[in-house]
């Protein structure tokens, strides 16, 4: 049953993703209450309500549960057991965020699924960093298994010299180990999934990343992406229907000379996608909405001939004078506090013809 406009819903986690959801959400009627623990939520500066708990505070999950009609997430590092606080009115459900916030499970899954990903092994120790080097080849990159993003919680190896600084340097914490992947680009497939199975694409964007961080997208992707994009979005929609998603779902690609590789998942709107505000009929917020509210699909076609959007990581916020002055960038700013190296500011979208 569809929830109407005028209803509340639920946004666990108040970063600029819940503020894009938020702004979605009120265009189209409905009041945002955000559960976060820290006290300047940016996107609390337009909800209706805000709760300001720890995420793993069940009682203040019950209570904020009791207040919304539906409820979603925009980031996956959150606690599991104390989500399910919130019972059938999480969308998508839990079992996304527990595929996804581990390493290991992700790609067991994916292969289970029927999707590629480059070669790679479990980590538990520095004995299983040397023995990664001598099965999967060098040069290879560990990734702590939890908590990782933007390039955190990673470490390169390029020769046997290197086993112990890496594993110092993801805290020898539980990682995975996978091999350098020799690919012509990096693309995003940006699916919305409704719990009856219908579904939308949007055309996927080539994602160009520095340190670690998505530096810019651009659609129409190039050619080397777009001959593998009917294939990764194949295997896209197999991941979401196993996980029963509810809701955008992104899968990141290598686009390689074995055809399209799953670099990760992240079960929620994304941050390749924030281009289809201005570039696509309907956005990947709007769109998440309409699925967890089971509203109709809105079109996801371009508005015109494509979109470029640029992160705006660390001061280069300060360049909004220049920015707004600029015909045709759309400016977005997230309100964050400090703008510190690395971190993701705002961004501007540039529509093309």
Not at 215 to 238: F, K, N
Not at 264 to 281: D, K
Not at 315 to 340: F, T
Request: aromatic share 8%.
């Amino acid at each position: 049953m569809s929830i109407p406009p005028g209803s509340t819903i639920g946004i666990v986690g108040g970063g600029q993703l819940g503020r894009m959801l938020a702004i979605a959400a009120a265009q189209l009627g409905y009041k945002c209450h955000i559960f976060d623990p820290h006290e300047h939520a940016p996107a609390a500066d337009v909800a209706a309500c805000f709760t300001r708990a720890r995420y793993d505070d069940v009682s203040a999950l019950e209570a904020f549960a009791a207040q919304v009609d539906v409820a979603t997430y925009e980031f996956e590092n959150l606690p599991v057991e104390s989500l399910e606080a919130l019972g059938a009115k999480l969308r998508p459900g839990t079992r996304s965020l527990a595929i996804a916030q581990d390493r290991a499970t992700e790609k067991e899954f994916i292969e289970q699924c029927g999707a590629r990903v480059a070669p790679w092994r479990r980590i538990a120790s520095l004995a299983d960093v040397t023995a990664s080097v001598l099965k999967v080849g060098l040069p290879l990159v560990l990734k702590t298994r939890r908590y990782g993003y933007d390039g955190k919680g990673q470490a390169w190896l390029w020769s046997r010299r290197d086993e112990e600084s890496a594993w110092q340097a993801i805290g020898q914490e539980p990682a995975v180990a996978e091999a350098a992947v020799d690919f012509a680009a990096e693309f995003s497939v940006i699916v919305a999934r409704w719990a009856d199975g219908r579904h939308t694409f949007w055309d996927s964007p080539e994602n160009v990343h520095e340190g670690g961080i998505l530096r810019r997208s651009t659609v129409p992707c190039g050619d080397a992406a777009a001959r593998q994009v009917t294939e990764a979005r194949e295997a896209t929609l197999r991941i979401a229907e196993a996980l029963g998603h509810v809701g955008v779902l992104t899968v990141e690609f290598f686009a390689s000379g074995s055809g399209p590789l799953v670099n990760e998942i992240a079960p929620r709107v994304h941050n390749s996608g924030h281009w289809t505000i201005e570039g696509a009929v309907t956005s990947q917020f709007e769109q998440h909405i309409r699925a967890i509210c089971d509203l109709p699909p809105g079109l996801t076609g371009l508005t015109r001939g494509g979109a470029v959007m640029e992160n705006l990581i660390g001061d280069e916020v300060n360049r909004w004078p220049e920015l707004v002055a600029e015909r045709g960038a759309h400016v977005h700013i997230y309100g964050k506090g400090e703008a510190r190296p690395g971190r993701k500011m705002g961004h501007v979208t540039r529509v093309v013809r």
